[in-house]
């Protein structure tokens, strides 16, 4: 071998050696820190930036709640940056697997840590936060793990553990990137616990280190919706004229300045923001905008009217529940149209997320308004029957014609309302077809539009209520339409008439038969009125205990049962109502004391009042259970020989001295064996059908059900 080219090689070899990853000489270390740094490092940071451009870039926003100071992180969108978050771990990964000398090592493991972060994986980005924490030699690199890791613990909601992680921090000397990045996490951390005074103050601390931007920018929104939230509107207005300052999006831009003219009240150019070309994806946001000033006025008709501008213009298929939900609100809380709230709670209920905080509330009161609405419906359509059929036969007649054609006019007004929206729908879609075209993720054909189809669902709920798919369904509809006495509809019902002698269409077609289907409804007969009544008091009673335990409304609760007993004397739900009056008039010992001298002077024997004595006693000591198995004994033996008098005698006394007695529910059955014997089948048959609702987890209550059945084939 030429001996100079073996100089070359064993000088090759020697530098080699020299740059072990395990050798802490300066030409090693040297060698591994710009290897580390402009190689593995370098593209992983590449990556890094990548990933926060596409996940802050696809991130969509809801500026009417309140929005997050830090993007929440979430394991669906993390789904599109999978690629780069892969070549972060592993790009970084290999300073730790060929660089071990290197002084970029610490920050190597940081990214890991965030890219496992940024995946949702809460688990392993602890775990590596937690080794560089213990493990680094770099402070700028620990504050940036401890960071991380206050992060991950937020992010699960481990707030407490993740304040723990920030009073680590509180006494470092942070520099300005990890000092920005620890304000913005507590911030974060104390506005998803709902203290918004610690975090607008902690927002005030991090705003110098920020640049302007478009993240800055949403920071002073998230702010000065907390300082909105705290009635602090000067600050607030503060904050939303700084964010158009800092080079926000058009839309961050243009919800600040409207919050900012409702904050001060100045509402005077709303009208012009409608007219404005540039706002017609934001015109559902100006008709909230107005409805707010309305409410504020105190005048909830124009407030929902707006509102309901703004469900109609709606773009945005995330605000679109809320819309729905304000809506809901209103008519429940402010006008107490329940029928027209629970119509509200069903279209909130379909699109708001299952995460969402309100989720639980909305489905809640969908159900609770569900039930209201079926009672109330039957009370209404039973009430307006029996009103038609005290009617004469002439003025019947003709009530009947102008509801069909009210309805049929109504009808066809709807359908035009309906024909003008697909015909807007179609020039549109004409009109964007070029766009569809150059961006395949733009949707304007109804059927692959999911606000479009909401808006259409959510506007035919409105006119036509709940309807099942079947024939003729328009002819089937709202009984409660038959509310014809009402002032009110009647004039709106001459306006619809006159509208439908303006239409080309007989106005005899089909009305004869549409009579008759009527008509068919109407309780004639006695038999018929009498199960109509009945239809209705078990309606009313329900609504009273709809009203009670499930809207949780005392007051309309005591209304409902007074009135169902005033309607309803001697009803088989009465003892049951005087029970429920008695503990509604908890705070009123007054009304309390008139309903249980009621309950125990009509219906002494009744489960009821023995559950009201229960309520009110002491459970009974271990020598009153003797004597009461002792009373029951005996009152078994006399029945067994027939001696029923004395059986039943026996038993009463029971039922009055032992209340609260553990064998309670075998006086009471034993009760109806003797009704078995003195009485009918019909008195016998009632009995075990209240021992079985009255006592559902007594051991007797198969024996019971096993006679009830026998009973019932006599």
Not at 291 to 313: C, I, T, W, Y
Not at 698 to 705: C, E
């Amino acid at each position: 071998m030429n001996k100079k080219y073996f100089l070359y090689i064993t000088l090759i070899c020697g530098i080699l050696l020299g740059c072990s990853q395990y050798s802490n000489s300066p030409l090693s270390v040297g060698f591994h820190n710009v290897n580390a740094k402009y190689n593995a490092l370098f593209q992983a940071n590449i990556k890094m930036q990548e990933a926060e451009k596409i996940l802050f870039d696809a991130h969509k926003d809801n500026y009417s709640q309140q929005l997050p100071i830090l993007i929440p992180i979430d394991s669906n969108s993390a789904g599109a940056v999978g690629e780069q978050l892969t070549a972060i771990i592993k790009k970084a990964s290999l300073v730790a697997e060929r660089h071990q000398n290197s002084k970029w090592l610490d920050d190597a493991y940081v990214l890991i840590g965030k890219a496992r972060l940024m995946k949702a994986d809460y688990k392993n980005a602890i775990e590596t936060f937690k080794y560089v924490n213990t493990n680094a030699t770099s402070d700028k690199a620990r504050d940036a793990a401890l960071i991380g890791l206050m992060r991950a613990y937020t992010e699960q909601g481990e707030y407490q553990t993740g304040l723990r992680v920030a009073e680590l921090l509180r006494e470092e000397p942070l520099d300005k990137e990890n000092t920005r990045d620890f304000y913005l996490t507590k911030a974060y951390l104390h506005q998803l616990k709902g203290e918004y005074e610690t975090s607008v103050a902690i927002i005030e601390e991090v705003l110098p280190y920020m640049k302007k931007n478009e993240q800055k920018a949403r920071v002073l929104y998230a702010a000065g919706q907390m300082y909105e939230g705290l009635d602090e509107k000067d600050a607030a207005s503060e904050m939303y004229l700084a964010v158009n300052k800092s080079h926000p999006s058009y839309d961050l831009g243009f919800y600040a300045k409207l919050n900012n003219a409702l904050v001060l009240g100045q509402t005077a150019g709303f009208e012009k923001l409608l007219k404005d070309s540039k706002n017609k994806d934001l015109q559902d946001k100006i008709y909230e905008a107005m409805s707010m000033v309305e409410m504020r006025k105190g005048n909830s008709k124009d407030g929902v009217k707006f509102l309901q501008a703004s469900a109609r213009n709606s773009q945005n298929l995330q605000q679109l529940p809320y819309t729905f939900l304000k809506l809901a609100d209103l008519y429940y809380n402010k006008m107490g149209n329940y029928e027209m709230a629970a119509a509200y709670y069903d279209s909130t209920a379909s699109l708001l997320s299952p995460q969402d905080p309100a989720y639980k509330r909305v489905i809640e009161k969908q159900r609770s308004l569900g039930d209201f609405v079926k009672q109330y419906t039957i009370i209404k359509t039973e009430d307006s029957l029996q009103k038609l059929a005290k009617m004469n036969p002439a003025q019947l007649e003709k009530v009947l014609e102008k509801v069909i054609l009210d309805k049929k006019a109504k009808e066809q007004a709807d359908l035009q309302r309906a024909q003008d929206i697909v015909n807007k729908g179609i020039q549109q879609q004409a009109k964007s077809n070029t766009d569809v075209f150059t961006d395949p993720n733009k949707t304007s054909w109804y059927f692959t539009n999911p606000i479009a189809q909401q808006q259409g669902k959510t506007s035919f709920t409105t006119v036509w209520g709940t309807r099942a798919l079947e024939d003729n369904w328009r002819r089937k509809s709202k009984d409660n339409a038959l509310s014809f006495d009402n002032p009110t509809n009647n004039a709106q019902a001459t306006s619809n008439n006159n509208n439908f002698k303006n239409l080309s269409i007989p106005q005899d077609l089909g009305i004869k038969a549409d009579v008759a289907e009527l008509k068919a409804k109407i309780p004639f007969s006695a038999d018929a009125l009498t199960a109509s009544q009945k239809r209705k008091e078990e309606a009313s009673f329900e609504l009273g205990k709809v009203y009670k335990f499930k809207l949780n409304e005392p007051r309309n609760a005591v209304i409902s049962f007074e009135h169902f007993l005033s309607d309803f004397p001697k009803s088989s739900h009465e003892p049951e109502a005087l029970y429920l009056l008695c503990l509604l008039n908890e705070d009123n010992p007054a009304g309390k004391e008139t309903y249980r001298k009621r309950l125990m002077k009509d219906y002494e024997d009744s489960y009821f009042a023995r559950l009201l004595n229960r309520n009110t006693n002491e459970t009974l000591s271990t020598g009153k259970e003797s004597e009461a198995q002792k009373l029951y004994a005996e009152a078994y033996d006399y029945y067994t020989q027939s001696n029923f008098t004395d059986a039943q005698t026996f038993i009463e006394t029971g039922l009055k001295q032992y209340p609260n007695s553990q064998i309670e529910d075998k006086f009471v059955f034993l009760k109806t064996m003797l009704l078995a014997k003195t009485q009918s089948v019909e008195v016998y048959q009632k009995a075990l059908k209240n021992f079985i609702t009255d006592y559902p987890k007594s051991q007797l209550i198969s024996m019971a059900k096993e006679r009830l059945q026998a009973a019932e084939k006599k």
